[in-house]
T-cell receptor
């Protein structure tokens, strides 16, 4: 069966510090990978998606970047965090079937102080 | 531009009652309409989904009603239970290149009281 792991689960970082959130998927090959951000009381905002190694598309211009160094690994990064980067970050994957079925990780709660 | 509008923002229902959450979309290119359930501190999980060529889909106590002409769809939770207390997101997706682009509603926080 497929599983998705995301870490760290909780992170408190000062403004201006770097960020690295990591996500790995097991049990599937060539997944589409996604990073979403969920602000308090709001919906899910798509930040990045990837259809293959090294292929990253950005949905929203921001202080963040993403990389996919391996087929089942997706990393969200920032060189200098802003207060507005606080939120709940969710990694997700989908298969090749053309549906809207996303499988989410447990999320990473980022607080920037 | 918000492409999927969801209401209400919050909902309180008595145990055993019916919970109803409504969504409306604008883009007729959407071809798949999933609902996700999210418990506090967890990632969303797919609950039930429907394609636009079907007017209703039922899975256990959960039913999606779909009105293509009105571009609206809704989730009905029959015999609501305290364990159903969660945030529910409707979504709409369409093919875009090599992946399905999923647009989410803003969520409905459901509380089922005993």
């Amino acid at each position: 069966s497929q599983t998705i792991h995301q870490w760290p689960a909780t992170l408190v970082q000062p403004v201006g510090s770097p960020l690295s959130l990591e996500c790995t998927v097991e049990g599937t090959s060539n997944p589409n990978l996604y990073w979403y951000r969920q602000a308090a009381g709001r919906g899910l905002q798509l930040l990045f998606y990837s259809v293959g190694i090294g292929q990253i598309s950005s949905e929203v211009p921001q202080n963040l970047s993403a990389s996919r160094p391996q087929d089942r690994q997706f990393i969200l990064s920032s060189k200098k965090l802003l207060l507005s980067d606080s939120g709940f970050y969710l990694c997700a994957w989908s298969g090749i079937a053309r549906t809207g079925e996303l499988f989410f990780g447990e999320g990473s709660r980022l607080t920037v102080l | 531009q918000q492409q999927v509008k969801q209401s209400p923002q919050s909902l309180i229902v008595q145990k055993g009652g019916i919970s109803i959450i409504n969504c409306a979309y604008e883009n007729t290119a959407f071809d798949y309409f999933p609902w996700y359930q999210q418990f506090p501190g967890k990632g969303p999980a797919l609950l039930i989904a429907i394609r636009p060529d079907v007017s209703e889909k039922k899975e256990g106590r959960f039913t999606i009603s779909f009105n293509k002409s009105a571009k609206q769809f809704s989730l009905h939770i029959m015999d609501s239970q305290p364990g159903d207390s969660a945030t529910y997101f409707c979504a709409a997706s369409k093919g875009s290149g090599g992946y399905q682009k999923v647009t989410f509603g803003t969520g409905t926080k459901l509380q089922v009281i005993p």
